[in-house]
C-alpha cells in the first residue's frame, strides 16, 4: 500500500493538521493510500534525543531519523509542514514547558565544564536552528507559485506600499572582513578525510573537528567573520542611522545559521548598548547574561537584581535608546524592539515585509520610517541593495502585472552554508585554523584569526551540484522559461561552481535555452526588469540564496510565501512536499488561544498534497491517486475563487472554516468527474451531506470562536484539547467518520 508521510510540526501548523489531517485521511482511503504522521516538532526531537531520562512510557520514536533514511529510498513520499528552526531562546522555552510536563530533561548547559554537560548542550544543539531540513532534503529544490495562487493574485493584488525616489531607505553591508572577502574554497581530486585544526606559533593546537568526510569532486569552502571589522562596521551604521534620522535595523538569519549569527546578533546589541556592556558589565556576566539571546532575555534576567540596581540598568538602556538611532520595532505595540530576540529578525521575511512596506518599518510609535538596513555579510546583502534600488528608480512592483520567479536551489545533500553547523566556530584565540587531510597531513586551506572571529568550512557534493543542473535545465525545458544561475565569480565558492555549471552545461546549450550565469546583484537587476515587464524568470541558486528569493519574489508577488508549491525531487527517486513558510506561526497561535481564531493559511498543504498524490499516482500506477490530485487542484481554483482563505478577524472564517470549504469543493469535485465510477459514486453521498449541512457546519465552526482556548501546551499541546479545539463542528465530524469508517 502507498504511504505518504504527514508531518507534524509546531505551533499554527500543527493546530492547523489536527483539523486538515483527518480529511486527508477520508478522502484518500479509497485509493488504497495510508497517510501516516511523523513527530519533528522541536519537542519531539528534544524527547527522542534523552531517551534515558525519560520513562518508558515518556519516550518517543526518532521520526526526523527515520524520515531522514527514508528520503534516500526510491518509495519516499513526504509532505513537510513548517517547523521551529529554534534559537536558543525558544529551545530553554520549549525545554522549561516540557519539565513542568514532567518530562525530567537536563537543562541546557549554556557554559559546559564537564563531559556530561558537554555531551547533553551536543545533543540539544542538533535539534536547534535548522536541524529538520537538511535530514530530509536529500534533493534539490523546485520552488514556484501554482497557475491558480498567480492567477488569483492578479485579479485580488494584495497591498503594496508606494515607493518614490527621495526614499532614504538603504542596505548597508560590510566592504571587507567577512565571510564573503575572507572565503577561500577548492573543489577535491579524490576523496578525502579532513580535520579542522587551530594551532598558534608557539606550537600550541586543538582539533576543532576530528573527521570530515569529503567525496571526489566536492567542493570544499572555509571562511570567517573577523569581530574587530564587524564591530567597526556594526558602530559605524549606528552612527550613521542616527546621523541619517532614520530606524536601525539588523536583518539575520539566527536560526539557521544556527552558529554563527547568534553571535553576530550578540555583537549589534553589545555595539549598540555599548555603554551599558561597559558600565555594568560585571553585573550582567553574574546574572548569566548572553547578549546573543537578545534583549528580552537581559531584561528578564534584570529580575533577579535588587530594584535599585535593575532601574539604573534600565535607566541606562533608555537612555541609550533615546539618544539613538531609533530602533525598527518587531511589535510597537508591545514595545518589542529589532534587538529583541534573534529568533524575531529572519532575513528572508524580515526584508520583503520592508520592501513590500515602501522601504519603511515601524518606530516605537508605530509609524512607518525610512530604515538603515544592515545586513553585516556581504554575500547576498546586494540583492536587496538592488530591489530597493530599482524600486526607487521605477517604484513599486505591480502585483497585477508583475511575472513570476520560480527557484531551483542547490541543497541536496546538506549543500552549502546550511550544512555548515558542524563546522562553525567561535574563535577562543588568535592563530592559524587549517583544513588538514588526515592521512597525507597536506593542507587544504587555512585563516589567519583572532579571539572572537567565527570559522566556518561548508562543502558540496559533486552529484548535488550535478543533479541541481540537470534539475534547471528540466524546468526551462518544460516550462520554456530562461533561467539565470545566480553565481559571483568575484566571490571564490562560486567560482567552482561556475566551473562545474561550465562542465555540465555546454555554451550551446545555455544559448538555444537562454540560460545566464550572472553575478547575485546583476542577477537580480534582470530578473526584476522582467517582472515589471510581466516576464517569468527561473532563479538557479545556492542553498542560502534559495531560501532568500523564494520568500523576496513570492512575497512580491503573491503576498506571502506561503502559497508557493515547494517540490524537492529527491535523488534516489522519491519526493519530499514542502507547505511554505511559517515565520507569522507564532502570532497565529497567540491569537487562536486568546480568541479562539485562526488564522493559518494551509493553502501551501493543499497544492502540496496535490503534487505528493500526483506523485503516488506515477510511481505506483496509481489511477485513483492522480484523480484525488487533479479534482483536488480543481477545489483548490474553487477555494480561491470563492474566497475562503482565513480572515484575520475573529468572528469571521478561519483555518477550521477554509478546511470545511476544501473538502465541500473537493468532494463536488470528486462527485461531478467521470473517469472513475467507483470514486464518483463514493463522494457523491459526501458533497450531498456536506452542501446540505453547510450553514450548520459554518455556525459551529464560527461558535467556536470568541473565547480563550486551552490546548494544553505551546510546544506539546494536549492531544485531546487540541483535537477538541480544533474540530469543533460535530455536524463535520460526523461526515468525516463515515468515510474513515466506510
Known sequence: MPTIRYTQTDEAPALATASFLPIIKAFTKPAGIEMEARDISLAGRILAVFPEFLSENQRVVNDLEFLGKLAKEPDANIIKLPNISASIPQLKEAISELQEKGFPLPEYPDDPRTDKEKDIRARYDRVKGSAVNPVLREGNSDRRAPK???????????????????????VATMSGGDFKSNEKSVTLGENRNLRIEWRNPSGEHKVLKAEVEVSKGAIIDASLMEKEALID???????????????????????????????????????????????????????????????????????GLPEAEALAIRNTLSQTMEQGPSLAMVNSDKGITNLHVPSDIIIDASMPAMIRNS??????????????????????????????????????????????????????????????????????AEGIVQVIDNTSGEILLEHNVKQGDIWRMCTVTDA?????????????????????????????????????????????????????????EKAAWYTLERIREGKDTISVTGNVLRDYLTDLFPILEVGTSAKMLSIVPLMNGGGLFE???????????????????????????????????????????????????ETLDLATEKFLEENKSPSRK?????????????????????????????????FQQTAQELTRDTDTIVNELLDAQGRPQDIGGYFLPHPEKKEAAMRPSPALNTIIERLLQS
Not at 241 to 261: P, Q, W, Y
Request: a negative charge; aromatic letters at 10%.
Open 148 to 170: 491558480p495562487v498567480k492567477s488569483y493574485a492578479r485579479k485580488h493584488p494584495h497591498s503594496m506600499g508606494a515607493w518614490t525616489a527621495d526614499s532614504r531607505s538603504r
Open 359 to 428: 522601504g519603511q518599518m515601524w518606530d516605537s510609535e508605530g509609524n512607518p520610517q525610512d530604515t538603515l538596513a544592515v545586513i553585516p555579510d556581504s554575500s547576498y546583502a546586494g540583492i536587496y541593495d538592488a530591489t530597493i534600488n530599482f524600486c526607487k528608480q521605477y517604484g513599486a512592483l505591480d502585483p497585477k502585472t508583475m511575472g513570476s520567479v520560480p527557484n531551483v536551489g542547490l541543497m541536496a545533500q546538506k549543500a552549502e552554508e546550511y550544512g555548515s553547523h558542524d563546522k562553525t566556530f567561535e574563535i577562543k
Open 464 to 520: 548535488a551540484v550535478q543533479n541541481w543542473v540537470e534539475l534547471a535545465v528540466r524546468r526551462v525545458e518544460e516550462s520554456g522559461t530562461p533561467a539565470v544561475f545566480w553565481l559571483d565569480s568575484e566571490r571564490a565558492h562560486d567560482r567552482e561552481l561556475i566551473k562545474k555549471v561550465d562542465a555540465y552545461l555546454p555554451e550551446s546549450t545555455r544559448e538555444r535555452l537562454d540560460i545566464r550565469i550572472l553575478s547575485p
Open 579 to 629: 507547505t511554505g513558510a511559517g515565520g507569522s506561526a507564532p502570532k497565529h497561535v497567540e491569537q487562536f488561544v486568546e480568541e479562539g481564531h485562526l488564522r493559518w493559511d494551509s493553502l501551501g498543504e493543499f497544492m502540496a498534497l496535490a503534487v505528493s498524490l500526483d506523485h503516488c499516482s506515477r510511481k505506483y500506477k496509481n489511477t485513483r491517486a492522480g484523480i484525488l490530485s
Open 233 to 303: 562596521f556594526l558602530a559605524d551604521q549606528i552612527s550613521a542611522a542616527r546621523a541619517e534620522g532614520i530606524l536601525f535595523s539588523v536583518h539575520l538569519k539566527a536560526t539557521m545559521m544556527k552558529v554563527s549569527d547568534p553571535i553576530i546578533f550578540g555583537h549589534v546589541l553589545q555595539t549598540y548598548f555599548k555603554t551599558l556592556f561597559e558600565t555594568y558589565g560585571p553585573t550582567l556576566d553574574k546574572l548569566g547574561v548572553n547578549a546573543n539571546e537578545g534583549l528580552e532575555s537581559l531584561l528578564e534576567a534584570l529580575q
Open 650 to 682: 475573529v468572528g469571521e472564517l478561519d483555518t477550521r472554516g477554509s478546511h470545511f470549504f476544501l473538502a465541500l469543493y473537493w468532494a463536488q469535485a470528486l462527485a461531478a468527474q467521470n473517469e472513475d465510477e467507483v470514486l464518483k459514486r463514493y
